[in-house]
């Protein structure tokens, strides 16, 4: 008996919508005597190569690798700039004028452009300057007093802390300054009781230090007279090898 083939279509089109050139999958039986087998057919459209799905499997595996090594990359980066420290902690050691050790420290914070000298007398009586670059202020708070003294920043004072500025970028903590090789210099400031700042006009780390004081402007002045008297002194050290010996006193009213 001969075996006729006899196709009995099952045609269902599926319309996918994921599919990007709508191909059609058509199902195709053929029946035999014994059984009824499936078998491929198509309608004339282009089969997809495997190659195809594995070329676009692979190319999302590697950008996905590439997203996450970027996404590691710039989180360590990150974690090492919050990691580094912003401020750097200098000693200058300089004798003075009669040959004692000023005790000196200096914190500088490079990002801020800050430089906050912490000055210790003989007395153990210690002072505190800040440097404000950015502002170009320059702030005194003496020892066992609540007063600040402020005034503004000249060409010899960018000098100064800028020589602290360069040669602290580069890691150095500790300045040995020579008696024999420093200048020293005096300068006279004369206070102007009557013209008192408000503190909260002031930048915050101006704020934080004089937060529980008065403040007033100061100006530079070539000595106080005989009628007037001296009232306090800070010596300040750079390692430019120039010391500078600030002394305060009061302007008549």
């Excluded at 053929?30 to 190659?51: F, Y």
């Excluded at 050691?93 to 004692?100: N, T, V």
């Excluded at 007279?225 to 302007?251: A, E, M």
Aim: glycine content about 6%; proline content about 4%.
């Amino acid at each position: 008996m001969s075996t006729s083939s006899v196709v009995v279509a099952a045609r269902r089109e599926q319309t996918d919508r994921g599919a990007a050139k709508g191909h059609r999958m058509v199902r195709c039986w053929k029946r035999s005597d014994t059984r009824l087998e499936e078998e491929q057919c198509t309608d004339g459209s282009p089969v997809a190569s495997p190659w195809s799905h594995f070329s676009h499997k692979a190319f999302w595996v590697s950008l996905s690798a590439l997203l996450l090594l970027v996404i590691v990359a710039l989180g360590l980066t990150g974690h090492l700039g919050l990691s580094r420290p912003h401020s750097q902690i200098v000693r200058i050691a300089a004798p003075d004028q009669h040959g004692a050790l000023i005790n000196q420290t200096a914190v500088v914070d490079l990002q801020n452009d800050l430089v906050t000298f912490s000055v210790t007398s003989p007395a153990n009586r210690t002072s505190t300057v800040l440097f404000d670059v950015k502002h170009g202020l320059i702030c005194y708070k003496p020892a066992d007093q609540d007063s600040c003294f402020l005034r503004t920043m000249e060409k010899s004072d960018y000098d100064g802390v800028n020589s602290l500025l360069r040669k602290s970028a580069h890691e150095q903590s500790l300045f040995q300054l020579s008696g024999n090789e420093t200048q020293r210099q005096m300068e006279f400031l004369g206070v102007l009781a009557s013209s008192q700042v408000d503190v909260t006009s002031l930048e915050e780390p101006l704020q934080a230090l004089c937060q529980d004081g008065s403040v007033h402007w100061t100006q530079r002045a070539d000595g106080p007279g005989k009628q007037r008297l001296v009232y306090f002194c800070i010596d300040i050290c750079f390692p430019s090898n120039i010391c500078v010996s600030v002394c305060f006193y009061y302007l008549p009213e």
